[in-house]
């Protein structure tokens, strides 16, 4: 099983002892409720580097609902048995006040990209994350650290941030993992009622096919999901819709 690590000073120690014998460091930053999508984050850092450190935070910052934060699936002893199947090393499990020994006064702001989008109907959500994530890296102090694209917007923040900010950790982007159906691996899927379990694989399908975001946004409506946007942006079409309470986003490259 990976050690699990409570207090950033337990890591900077282990950090440092890897550090002086040459050993790399593969960081997968998650707020748990482990699938298959995250198991191919670990995979890649496995591959990658000497040494696999996880996260495992429900932030919450950036949650824009409290409803969302507090039923948000905290399932530790499962997601230990996936990363000991995938080769994590060690877990970093802060508390909330481990992570904001400030509160929240200090909070990393992004003015443009994390306003569209998912930005436009989160607020708060893109600063909550970048500012966990900005936090995240520096205690890692990875060589590597390593996202899905199915949040393909909080990538591009992740990326943009880096670069701003001079980090030294490389950002690396994996393939969103899907089910046989189409339906993006999201811990929240779990929370799908069996009939919106069904219907939720039209939403990857509406996205690939349709020939433009109306026309998708209209399908989508016609089918049941409320749709918080339908866009193309920069080669990719994103969405975000809702099936009863359940929030599911998603992204495909245009044709
Ligand atoms: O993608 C997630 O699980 C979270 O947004 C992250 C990157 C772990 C920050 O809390």
Redesign the pocket.
Known sequence: MPEIITTVAAWRTRRAAHRAAGRSVGFV???GALHEGHASLFRAAREENAVVLA?V???PT?FDETHDFENYPRTLPADQALMDAAGVDAVFVPSVAEMYPDGTRYRVDEAEFSRELCGAHRPGHFS??LT??LK?LQIADAERAY??EK?WQ?LAL?RGMAQAFFLPTTIIGRPTVREADGLALS?RNARLSPAERALAPRFHQVLTTAPTPATATAALSAAGFAVDYIEDHDGRRLGAVRLGATRLIDNVPLA
């Open positions: 930053p998650t707020m996260s935070f429900v932030n950036q909550g994350m966990v994530v995240l996202f899905g949040d909080q992740i811990s």
